[in-house]
């Protein structure tokens, strides 16, 4: 079939045809904008989920839906070894500039650009613009030199500034594993003290599995604070939607034997659900359906794409012991597993391992979903492990 009208998206971030299944997070974030924009106090929410099951696309439909109501917009990722004072200050910049215009200041943008340019002083920062050179410091609000005072100090301005314009801000924050722990703890307190003004700002945020725990680790009271919510595979019938939906705007239609193929191959990975979708259509031979013998065709491209680049680049960068380490795991079929059964397949004992499993922890490829268990944050990634890593 045409490749060029191929409607499937596989990527990272890559905003899918149709994004099937995910009306409650979607209705849980509307109703927290519309609380605040009444005055009112809502939870943050932060989702937890594998890789590839649709986290970051669904932080960028929650950041439309902010600016399909005015309000500031902006996407953050947390990254190894990422400055949070640095980050926030960048990202606090961008949202006031875009609260006023830069040739007319609000006076209350003015006074937080202020209180921002002692933060930046005080944190030892560069000055992100030309446009706080002019401006006086505003000290006493975000240079106490703890961060977590300073963030809560940041974030109030920001809120207030907001509310003055009549608007309210939205900040998404990816990867939220990859914060260190005093970073995550002084993030939590600042929204914290921020979530009882019941000032127009939200925190929505995504990560693996592991972030309730790391919350939780930080500052025990995160559990109370953030609404969690896990996303997890396509049921049946979305995982058909998905596929179904964006072929009918191309007058294409799917035979029923190919949905059924494509939602036993992929288990309603939403990742995988594009993969097979976009390949099963290149390889299609007709001009208006898509049959279970397209699918047949599809499946080892489908699979040798994904194996050379969303299986892969999770591999990149790993040394030969985290390797074996990984093949021990997938040695044991599909996870989680006892943290000492995957030392025993190693021949070792579990402290003699535990170096690798916190690298691995560490580079977000396993976490650990219970106390003395170990799993791959890749869905499937064990077959892919089998496939390609397997020692010959
Ligand atoms: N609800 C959904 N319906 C259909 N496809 C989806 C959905 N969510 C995500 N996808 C697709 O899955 C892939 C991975 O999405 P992404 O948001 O990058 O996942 P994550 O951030 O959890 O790793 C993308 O190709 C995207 O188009
Ligand atoms: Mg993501």
Redesign the pocket.
């Known amino acids: 079939m045409d490749p060029t009208r191929n409607p499937y998206?596989?990527?990272?971030?890559?905003?899918?045809p149709?994004?099937?299944?995910?009306g409650a997070e979607i209705e849980a974030v509307r109703i927290a904008i519309e609380r605040f924009r009444l005055g009112r106090s809502a939870r943050s929410t932060i989702l937890t989920?594998l890789?590839?099951?649709?986290?970051?696309?669904?932080l960028q439909e929650f950041r439309r839906l902010g600016q399909e109501r005015g309000w500031v917009c902006r996407p953050l990722e947390a990254g190894r070894g990422m400055s949070l004072p640095y980050a926030m200050a960048d990202l606090v910049r961008k949202v006031l500039l875009r609260l006023s215009p830069a040739h007319d200041i609000a006076a209350r943008v003015r006074r937080a650009l202020g209180v921002l340019k002692s933060f930046q002083m005080r944190w030892n920062l560069p000055d992100g613009s030309d446009l706080t050179v002019g401006l006086d410091s505003v000290p006493g609000w975000a240079d106490s030199g703890l961060l977590d005072e300073d963030l809560a100090g940041l974030f109030t301005e920001v809120g207030e500034a907001a509310r003055e314009r009549g608007r309210g801000v939205l900040v998404t924050l990816d990867e939220v594993q990859y914060l260190k722990k005093e970073a995550l703890g002084a993030l939590i307190v600042g929204l914290h003290q921020i979530s009882q003004n019941q000032l127009p700002f939200l925190l929505v945020a995504?990560g693996l599995p592991s972030v309730p725990t790391l919350a939780a680790e930080a500052r025990s009271y995160a559990e109370r604070l953030f609404d969690f919510r896990t996303?997890n595979t396509?049921g049946e019938e979305d995982a058909r939607a998905?596929l179904v939906t964006p072929a009918e705007q191309e007058g294409v239609a799917w035979e029923d034997e190919a949905l059924d193929r494509i939602v036993a191959e992929t288990k309603g990975y939403?990742?995988f659900?594009?993969e097979f979708g976009k390949q099963s259509w290149d390889v299609a031979e007709g001009t208006d359906r898509i049959t279970a013998a397209d699918v047949d065709a599809g499946v080892p491209l489908a699979v040798d794409e994904l194996d050379t680049g969303f299986f892969r680049v999770r591999v990149d960068g790993t040394s030969d012991g985290e390797r074996e380490y990984l093949v021990a795991m997938a040695s044991l079929g599909r996870g989680p597993h006892a943290s000492g059964r995957v030392a025993a397949a190693m021949g070792k004992d579990t402290p003699g391992v535990g170096a690798l499993r916190h690298k691995l922890i560490g580079k977000g490829l396993c976490y650990s979903p219970r106390y003395g268990e170990i799993d791959f944050t890749v869905p499937l990634f064990d077959d892919f492990v089998r496939r390609r890593l397997w020692p010959t």
């Not at 149709?18 to 995910?22: F, H, K």
């Not at 890789?51 to 669904?58: E, S």
Request: net charge positive.
């Open positions: 998206s596989p990527g990272a971030g890559s905003p899918p149709a994004l099937v299944g995910r989920g890789r590839g099951v649709g986290k970051t696309v669904l995504a996303i396509l998905a939403p990742y659900v594009q």
